[in-house]
């Protein structure tokens, strides 16, 4: 199976909506990611029921602790059959070679990817916590740690992900949350992209939730992303 592009974030409080969403959609389709909302509330259960429907899952629990916990962490969540785990890049080179140590060297591993600077932060909210400057030092520093730590890419905003590949190369993986068709709101993100856009400036995966799950009509709101990514011209 190719791998797909897009990523749907299954940001629900229950398993209900979740599997109802999982169902009207296919793997070949999309890959789905599982992060703490529905997580927290699901438990692995739920990841095993959708790896168990055939789904790439991104299990997107962001973990940020001591190496050896972190490490212990992905290797639970590689035994779910998990396609994706991520971890912060700011817990540092030794916490993510662990957690890349951890997953092992099979071919069937997870992936492992490290989110640089959440979408949500501006310039403003990164000086708040110390990281002084715009956020694409920021992401271009804590990507090459990553890449020198082996781990497989980086999540970043789409405006970033150009600058990634420049830095670590068209094979180091860039997957982008903070996508925003014009039609969608925005909410809390603020490095925000369009769809086409976003794979025009070199992302590699697209991570989407709210202007699909959030949507009057879900399907339809896929169906419409898809077509912008496609570079079908706007239906009238
Ligand atoms: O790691 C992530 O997936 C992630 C990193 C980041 O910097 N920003 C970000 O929004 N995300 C996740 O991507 C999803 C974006 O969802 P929407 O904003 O609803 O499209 C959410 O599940 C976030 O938890």
Redesign the pocket.
């Known amino acids: 199976m190719s791998d797909p592009k897009l ?1 749907i ?1 299954l ?1 629900y409080p229950e398993a209900g909506p979740a599997l109802a969403l999982a169902d009207r959609l296919s793997p070949a389709r999309c890959a789905l ?1 599982v ?3 529905l997580f927290v509330a699901e438990g692995p259960r739920l990841v095993e029921q959708l790896v168990g429907r055939g789904y790439r899952v ?1 299990l ?1 629990l ?1 973990f940020h602790d001591i190496p050896n916990t972190v490490a212990g962490a992905c290797r639970s969540a590689a035994r779910l059959g998990v396609w994706m785990v ?1 971890v912060h890049a700011l817990g540092g080179s030794e916490m993510m070679q662990a957690a890349r140590e951890a997953l092992g060297d099979s071919n069937d591993r997870p992936l492992l ?1 490290a ?7 501006s310039d403003a909210t990164l000086h708040e916590i110390g990281l002084a400057g715009p956020a694409d030092g920021a992401v271009r520093r804590l990507a090459g740690l990553a890449q020198g730590a082996r781990v497989d890419g980086v ?3 789409a405006q970033e992900a150009g600058l990634v590949r420049e830095t670590c190369g068209g094979a180091f993986l860039r ?1 982008t ?4 068709p014009q039609w ?1 709101a925005r ?3 603020t490095r925000v992209l369009g769809p086409a856009q976003a794979l025009a400036r070199g992302a590699t995966h697209l ?8 949507a009057d009509d879900p399907m339809a709101a896929l169906h419409r992303l898809e077509a912008e990514l496609r570079g079908d011209p706007p239906a009238s």
């Open positions: 990523i974030a940001d990611k992060g703490k909302e991104f997107d962001k991520n990817t989110v640089t600077v959440l979408t949500s932060h999540v970043c905003s997957v949350p903070g996508i925003r969608a909410g809390d993100q991570v989407v939730g709210r202007p699909v799950t959030q």
